[in-house]
């Protein structure tokens, strides 16, 4: 419930890269997507205490969290510390280490500094080196963004280590919107209608998200600025259906629900939910918009063939198109950040998995196959993981699986029921 | 809002709340019969067993829809006149809930919700009800009545429950 942990926290963070060899301009990446390529095998070893003889215990502590920020992308494997007692001096070629993590701290009252360097072993040479300063409180933060570092360093791309994730919980006869780190250590919670939340949506810039509460009797549309946590704002309150805002990658507008004309249709509105046209019109139910990063097109749920399914709408043309035909029911796109890739649930025999296609009905894949259901997909900011809820018995637990259906695992575990996660910067 | 338990199973038992007042009558009047005491006499005014089916107001009654259809069924039709008449013979504002089962996935559930309680709205107009006298909102699958995996649950939460609101 660490509420400082999502504020502004980087005035007081300060970061230095330690001086390290230039890296060469012939860097070859590791290309995070492709299935068959064998993991990096990294080594964390405890960090140690700068000061000789004081307290290692928070050397565990650090070494432990890089270790699961780093895993998490899903493209390193990590050497269990059992395997070699931690130490920062074993043998890494014998282990089979691809790099070791060395990591160094000092505790001075309430701040923390750490340097850490990333070692080559085949090449001997130091990948990475940076050093930080800041408060204990933000001792994570400091670690994800060396994790984000190291994820760039090795792919060309940053990490995901630094973001939030918003979802929906189901605890105490409420449902309520929170938001968490990738490892779920500090959780805050957003919304205290004591009612019943649903479908967050971050901004594209990731500093304000949308939801729809009913705490007021009618279902209403509400943004909040993640800077404070004090207040939120109504900006669409129509009778009816105020739901699921499909944000434009500008942030300058957004593609709404509302039932006001009689039918659940999509209307295009401005940020501030102002409509300025109505996009659907009497054709059963459209629902769940999700824009394609360019903002030429938009998928979204309709059932006008008498079942759900996905449509794509051009904005420029506003010509309609149905997108899925394999499934007896389809919904809940989610259009990729950074490519043409949507990911959506489909109902197989009977239980949603979670599919991928491209926006030409091409490469349809499933990504999940056991028998639970998995709803609710959207996408990592770097589009190279999908986050879903996955029912268990009577509860949902939130879960990520890389988009080509490798590395599936439940990402942290709150109680209760967690619902509608979606993932920004 | 979501801690109102409700009672479900007398909804289960009794086709409706006139079925159960009727069974509890019965009851007291087989009571009195066995003590063979004249029993005082009493109001015909009976307070209401504060029973109600689904999460309706009492002197209304929830309508039933199909799976992933939002028309009233023929079936349901006399539970629509019987709303139309308490909501007409009276001063109260009906906000219409439309609620779900929980296959089909939570947003497209929002948007069927809302044209379960627009087809009883509309149904309710074509009798006559004023149209300021009534709202809709939709639950989705959020606030399940019956958290079952069968067909009874199911059938139970595909319902549009009629509240009345200051």
Redesign the interface.
């Known amino acids: 419930m660490n509420k400082s942990a999502f504020a502004l926290i980087f005035l007081l963070l300060s970061c230095f890269s330690l001086p390290s060899p230039s890296q060469a301009a012939d860097r070859v990446y590791v290309d995070i997507t492709a299935s068959s390529t064998r993991k990096i095998n990294f080594a964390v070893p405890w960090f140690a205490n700068a000061q000789a003889g004081q307290d290692q215990s928070k050397g565990k502590e650090l070494a432990d969290t890089l270790a699961k920020a780093l895993e998490f992308h899903g493209v390193i494997g990590i050497s269990p510390t059992a395997e070699y007692g931690g130490t920062q001096s074993a043998n890494w070629r014998q282990l089979g280490v691809d790099y070791a993590v060395l990591g160094q701290f000092a505790l001075s009252g309430k701040n923390l500094s750490l340097e850490i360097r990333v070692l080559d072993i085949a090449t001997n040479q130091i990948l990475l080196g940076k050093s930080y300063t800041g408060t204990v409180q933000q001792q994570d933060e400091m670690l994800f963004k060396f994790c984000d570092s190291v994820i760039e360093a090795l792919t060309g791309k940053p990490g995901i280590a630094s973001t939030k994730i918003a979802f929906v919980s189901y605890t105490r006869?409420?449902?309520e919107v929170y938001l968490t780190d990738i490892l779920g250590h500090k959780l805050r919670q957003v919304t205290r209608h004591r009612?019943?939340a649903?479908?967050p949506r971050f901004t594209p810039d990731g500093k304000k998200l949308s939801y729809t509460s009913?705490h007021s009797?009618?279902?209403n549309l509400y943004i909040t600025d993640l800077s404070q946590s004090k207040t939120t704002r109504l900006i669409s309150k129509r009778?009816?259906?105020n739901?699921?805002p499909a944000w434009s990658p500008d942030g300058r507008y957004m593609i709404l629900?509302l039932?006001i004309n009689?039918?659940?249709d999509l209307y295009l509105c401005d940020s501030n939910a102002k409509i300025i046209e109505q996009l659907t019109d009497r054709s059963g139910?459209?629902?769940?918009a999700s824009w394609s990063p360019d903002g030429s097109q938009i998928v979204f749920?309709s059932?006008r063939t008498g079942?759900?399914h996905i449509y794509m709408m051009n904005l420029s043309t506003r010509q309609v198109q149905r997108l899925t035909f394999e499934g007896s029911?389809n919904?809940?796109p989610s259009w990729s950040p950074t490519e043409n890739l949507i990911v959506y649930?489909s109902l197989r025999n009977g239980v949603?998995q979670i599919c991928t296609i491209k926006p030409d009905g091409s490469a349809a894949q499933q990504l999940t196959t056991d028998l639970s259901h998995h709803?609710?997909p959207s996408w990592s900011p770097d589009g190279n993981q999908i986050i879903f809820a996955k029912r268990g018995g009577?509860r949902h637990q939130i879960h990520a699986i890389m988009k080509n259906g490798s590395f599936q695992r439940p990402i942290f575990s709150f109680p209760g029921s967690n619902?509608?996660p979606r993932w920004s910067r | 809002m979501m801690k109102r338990l409700q009672v479900v199973v007398p909804a289960l038992l009794c086709v409706s709340v006139l079925a159960l007042t009727g069974c509890g009558k019965k009851a007291d009047t087989d009571a009195a019969m066995k003590t063979d005491a004249a029993a005082p006499e009493e109001s015909l005014d009976s307070k209401g067993t504060g029973i109600s089916e689904g999460r309706t107001s009492e002197g209304m009654l929830p309508v039933y829809f199909d799976f992933d259809e939002s028309a009233i069924r023929a079936d349901q039709t006399s539970r629509i006149q019987l709303n139309a008449d308490f909501i007409n013979k009276g001063t109260v504002n009906v906000r219409i809930e439309g609620n779900c089962d929980p296959r089909g996935t939570n947003e497209y559930n929002m948007a069927l919700g809302e044209r379960r309680a627009m087809s009883a709205k509309k149904a309710l107009l074509d009798l006559g009800v004023a149209e300021a006298k009534l709202t809709t909102v939709s639950y989705g699958e959020e606030r399940l009545l019956l958290h079952g995996e069968d067909e009874m649950s199911w059938a139970q939460n595909r319902r549009d429950d009629f509240v009345i609101v200051e």
Do not use: C, F
């Open positions: 006869n409420a449902k009612n019943l649903v479908s009913y009797g009618n279902q009778k009816g259906l739901l699921a629900t039932s009689g039918n659940p139910i459209n629902v769940s749920v059932d079942k759900p029911e919904s809940e649930t949603y709803e609710m009577n619902t509608y």
